[in-house]
């Protein structure tokens, strides 16, 4: 789980929503990006440039957008980090499924590696044992 390249919490809502559309199979564009994210294009663009600077994703204005493989690993970090809080709320905590997945979406980015391995071991435990 342990890569992350400098990436602010935008950043990461990129990858990760560039991966989450691949897993769906539904290649995105610029402009489909920015409607998913509710963010302007030019917003999208400045942040696609940077991606592919920082080599995580491949983009050619207007066409469409892939993860390299590195940002292949990167979104899967972030994309299991949101997943282990979501859960921890939803099993753990009894919240509903909306707000656990609003909230692990906020708390994704600021979170340690080593607390979300804490709350992945105490999420099994507490679900072995209810």
């Known amino acids: ?15 990760e929503t ?3 559309s691949e897993l769906n199979k539904f290649p995105l564009k610029g402009a489909e990006l ?12 400045e942040a696609l440039s940077r991606l592919v ?10 066409g469409f957008i892939s993860l390299t493989p590195l ?3 990167e979104a899967e970090r972030v994309f299991e980090k949101h997943n282990i809080l979501k859960t921890f709320f939803e099993k753990v905590l009894d919240i509903p499924s909306e707000e656990a997945a609003e909230n692990a979406c906020k708390i994704e980015h600021i979170v ?5 391995k804490s709350i992945q071991k105490f999420t099994s435990t507490y679900r072995k044992n209810k």
């Open 18 to 20: 560039i991966y989450i």
């Open 71 to 73: 940002g292949k690993k």
């Open 112 to 116: 340690s590696d080593n607390v979300i």
């Open 1 to 15: 789980m342990e890569t992350n390249h400098n990436l602010s919490s935008g950043l990461e809502d990129y990858i």
């Open 53 to 62: 600077e920082k080599g995580l994703i491949n983009y050619k204005k207007y």
């Open 34 to 45: 920015a409607r998913k994210l509710n963010i302007s294009r030019a917003s999208v663009s």
